[in-house]
C-alpha cells in the first residue's frame, strides 16, 4: 500500500488523515482499485485534490487545490455530492470549513461562526448521518490544558451552519478528546472513539434524536488507548469495524489492531490484523465501505495504514 499523501502541505505539519481519507471520498469509485481490501469476515509546495479520470482508465488527473493547506487539526468527509473539509493550521489559526463542489470543481468558504481561533485540533473527525446533517469531534492536542477539551457540533447542510451539542460524556463524567479520535454515523447514533494513549480513550454513542451520551466499551486488547490512525466506520448493517491506530511511537513499534463492534449485542471481536507490513497504522489510518456506492464491494472495507511509525518526538 502507497503511503502518498494526496495533498502535499508543507513541512512537518503535514496532517495525513485527511489526506488519506480524501482519497477515498472524493468520488467514491476511486477506491474501488485500491488495494489492500479487508473483507468484513475476516515533497511539492502545492496540494491537489486529485481523482481518478474513470474506475478502469487508473489514471488520475488533477483537481482544483484547497483553500490552503497542511494543519494539525484537519478532517474531511463526503456527503455523496459534495466533500467537506474542516481545518485549522494551529490554536492560533482561525478556523476554515470548505466545501468542494464537483460539478464545478471548485470550493467554497462555509460559515464557522462561533468557532474561536484554534477550534480544531488533533484527531478532529467529521460523519455524516446520510440527511441533512454533519457531526464533528474538534479532537484535542495531548497538553494537560486539553484534557476538559469536549466539544462536540453538529453542522446543517441545508442551512450552512453549526449548532453547538452536548460535550462528549462518558456517562455523567466529560472526557477530553485527541488524536485518537474517530466518529461514524449508524441508525440515529454517531458512534464515537475519542482521547489518546495520554489520557486513554473512551467508546461511546450520541442518541441523535434524545441528544443523550451512553458510554460503551473498547476492545479488552487496546487497554483503553488510541491514537493517530483511530478509525471508525459503519458497513450498514449491525457491525463496526475499527483500527486502534499509533498508540506507541517509539521507533520499531506497530500496532495493526483491527476489530469489529457488534451494535445488537454491545460486543467486541478481534478480527484478522491489517496486513501492513512492519510498521502498523500511523497517523493517516483509515477505513471506508462504499457497499452503497457500489455493491459489488459490499462485502468489503478499504483501509490505508498511515504514516511510518517514528521515534517519539515533542508534541506541541
Known amino acids: 500500500m502507497s503511503r502518498r499523501s494526496v495533498f502535499y502541505p508543507k513541512g512537518k505539519e503535514r496532517s495525513i488523515k485527511i489526506i488519506n481519507a480524501l482519497i477515498g471520498l472524493l468520488f ?8 489492500p481490501a479487508l473483507p468484513l469476515d475476516s515533497d511539492s509546495d502545492v496540494g491537489s485534490v486529485i481523482t481518478e479520470e ?10 482544483n487545490d484547497t483553500p490552503e493547506q497542511g494543519g494539525f487539526g484537519e478532517a474531511v468527509v463526503g456527503t455523496g455530492k459534495e466533500i467537506y473539509i474542516a481545518r485549522c493550521y494551529d490554536i492560533n489559526d482561525n478556523p476554515a470549513f470548505w466545501r468542494y463542489d464537483s460539478n464545478k470543481n471548485k470550493w467554497d468558504n462555509m460559515t464557522t461562526s462561533g468557532f474561536e481561533k484554534g477550534a480544531f485540533r488533533n484527531g478532529a473527525a467529521l460523519a455524516w448521518d446520510h440527511d ?30 453549526w449548532k453547538n451539542l452536548t460535550d462528549t460524556l462518558t456517562g455523567d463524567v466529560r ?14 447514533y454517531s458512534y464515537v472513539i475519542m482521547g ?24 479488552r486488547s487496546w487497554k483503553n488507548k488510541t491514537d493517530g490512525g483511530a478509525s471508525l466506520v459503519w458497513t450498514g448493517g449491525k457491525y463496526l469495524y475499527a483500527l486502534q491506530g499509533e498508540t506507541n511511537e517509539n521507533n ?5 489492531n483491527f476489530s469489529r463492534y457488534d451494535i445488537d449485542s454491545n460486543t467486541w471481536e478481534d478480527m484478522a490484523n491489517i496486513s501492513e507490513g512492519s510498521c502498523g497504522v500511523g497517523d493517516g489510518g483509515s477505513l471506508l465501505w462504499i457497499g452503497k456506492g457500489m455493491y459489488e464491494y ?9 504514516r511510518l511509525c517514528i521515534p517519539r518526538r515533542p508534541r506541541r
Open 175 to 188: 472526557h477530553g478528546q485527541g488524536a485518537g479520535d474517530a466518529i461514524t454515523w449508524a441508525n440515529g
Open 252 to 256: 520499531g513499534s506497530k500496532n495493526n
Open 196 to 219: 489518546n494513549r495520554i489520557r486513554k480513550s473512551v467508546f461511546a454513542r450520541y442518541n441523535c434524536r434524545d441528544k443523550s451520551w451512553e458510554l460503551l466499551s473498547l476492545p
Open 132 to 161: 441533512n446533517h454533519i457531526y464533528a469531534l474538534l479532537g484535542g492536542r495531548y497538553k494537560a490544558e486539553d484534557n476538559d477539551y469536549c466539544l462536540f457540533y453538529r453542522y446543517a447542510t441545508s442551512n450552512n451552519s
Open 28 to 35: 467514491l469509485v476511486t477506491i474501488a482499485a485500491m488495494p
Open 298 to 306: 459490499a462485502n468489503y472495507i478499504f483501509a490505508l495504514g498511515g
Open 54 to 63: 474513470s474506475f478502469f482508465s487508473g489514471k488520475w488527473i488533477p483537481k
